[in-house]
Structure formats: structure tokens, C-alpha cells
T-cell receptor
Framework: DGGITQSPKYLFRKEGQNVTLSCEQN?????MYWYRQDPGQGLRLIYY???????QKGDIAEGYSVSREKKESFPLTVTSAQKNPTAFYLC????????????FGDGTRLSIL | GNSVTQMEGPVTLSEEAFLTINCTYT??????LFWYVQYPGEGLQLLLK?????DKGSNKGFEATYRKETTSFHLEKGSVQVSDSAVYFC??????????????????FGQGTILTVHP
């Protein structure tokens, strides 16, 4: 079955450490997205990519970085510059059309040690 | 800018009760509208969508009608079940053009409404 796989499900970060969250999709979607979800809040867009080797900042990109070297993969790095990284991170993908829904992974929960 | 406002929760209902979750939006351009559902510890799943005015999206007994005159997309279900307990998100997508002329959309989400259904 096609879908989006995020790993790991739980991740712990030490102070001053960079961590990378994995996102892989086999839906043949061009567009991929990273969101951050905090308790009681909606989803906020971190970065998005419409095509391989291209990506754009979302609403809260500071302290995060991404790469898009393959169509199937869109890893997110949470850098030490992100001072409040504890959150639930969701990856999504879609066809490049505004009427098409985004498909989501099951998320990675990041916590600070 | 674009924004989505949902009714504040949490919403607590008894099984078989009628459900309404209000959603209103502001958008530049002509958005597509979506409802997503999130079960505990999981990602979001598309529940239903509508792409033009007066369209009605429906799925699993849920429905919502795209009302351009009131800029609303309220979610309804006639008889809820315990298994409907989840967080519900309203979202909109507006058309954007990339350099190649292809239309794509960025989603703007509401803050989510927690629904709890008791037996």
C-alpha cells in the first residue's frame, strides 16, 4: 500500500544537538510538507517542497532545515538554533494541485532531555 | 492573508447526538476547503473536501457544504458514535502558481476542535 512513513515515532534531543526526522513517501507525489503541531494549536507550516532540489520556507522556518534530493524523501533537521523544539512533527505530501488533499504520516514526537 | 476559525472546544456529546462544528474562513482568491480528522497519536486523515461554492463534501456520515456567501464550511453528522472521538481540523487551500505555471496549494489550518463522544 502507498503511504508516508515517518521515523522515528519518538525522538529525544539533548541541548545543543541537531536531530533529523525522516519522511519517505511512495505515493509518487511531487509536493511534500513539514508541519509542527503544539498542544491546542493547529498545524503550522515549517517548510515545503514542490519539486526535487527545490524548497521554500513556511511560516516558522527559523531553527529548521530541509533537503529534497529525491522525490520520495524530505528529511527535516531540527537545529540547536530552535530553542523550543518540543512538539509533534507531521510530514505530508500531495499532488501539485490545490484541489488535491495532502496525505499525512503518523508523526514524530520530539522531546528535550 | 488567509485564515480559518473553528468553534472552540472541547465538544462533548452522548452517542447518537447531532454534531455541528463551525468553521469560517477568510481567503484571497477562491479556496478549496477540507476537513481532516486526527485520532490520538496519529497523523491527519482527510475526512471530506469541497472545491467550489455550494459543493457538499460527505464521508462516513459526515458532511459539510461550501457556503461562499457566509464564508463557512460547517461540519455536521446526524448521529455520532464513540469511535468519532478525535480532533477535527478545518483547512483551506488557495491556488498558487509556481515558476512552471502549475497550480498548487498550501494548506491553512484552523486550531482544531476536540470531540469526545460518551456511550
Amino acid at each position: 500500500d502507498g503511504g508516508i512513513t515517518q521515523s522515528p515515532k519518538y525522538l529525544f534531543r539533548k541541548e545543543g544537538q541537531n536531530v533529523t526526522l525522516s519522511c519517505e513517501q511512495n505515493l509518487n507525489h511531487d509536493a511534500m510538507y513539514w508541519y509542527r503541531q503544539d498542544p491546542g494549536q493547529g498545524l503550522r507550516l515549517i517548510y515545503y517542497s514542490q519539486i526535487v532540489n527545490d524548497f521554500q520556507k513556511g511560516d516558522i522556518a527559523e531553527g529548521y532545515s530541509v533537503s529534497r534530493e529525491k522525490k520520495e524523501s524530505f528529511p527535516l533537521t531540527v537545529t540547536s538554533a530552535q530553542k523550543n523544539p518540543t512538539a509533534f512533527y507531521l510530514c505530508a505530501s500531495s499532488l501539485r494541485n490545490r484541489n488535491q488533499p495532502q496525505h499525512f504520516g503518523d508523526g514524530t514526537r520530539l522531546s528535550i532531555l | 492573508g488567509n485564515s480559518v476559525t473553528q468553534m472552540e472546544g472541547p465538544v462533548t456529546l452522548s452517542e447518537e447526538a447531532f454534531l455541528t462544528i463551525n468553521c469560517t474562513y477568510t481567503a484571497t482568491g477562491y479556496p478549496s476547503l477540507f476537513w481532516y480528522v486526527q485520532y490520538p497519536g496519529e497523523g491527519l486523515q482527510l475526512l471530506l473536501k469541497a472545491t467550489k461554492a455550494d459543493d457538499k463534501g460527505s464521508n462516513k456520515g459526515f458532511e459539510a457544504t461550501y457556503r461562499k456567501e457566509t464564508t463557512s464550511f460547517h461540519l455536521e453528522k446526524g448521529s455520532v458514535q464513540v469511535s468519532d472521538s478525535a480532533v477535527y481540523f478545518c483547512a483551506l487551500s488557495v491556488p498558487l502558481l509556481n515558476a512552471g505555471g502549475t497550480s498548487y496549494g498550501k494548506l491553512t489550518f484552523g486550531q482544531g476542535t476536540i470531540l469526545t463522544v460518551h456511550p
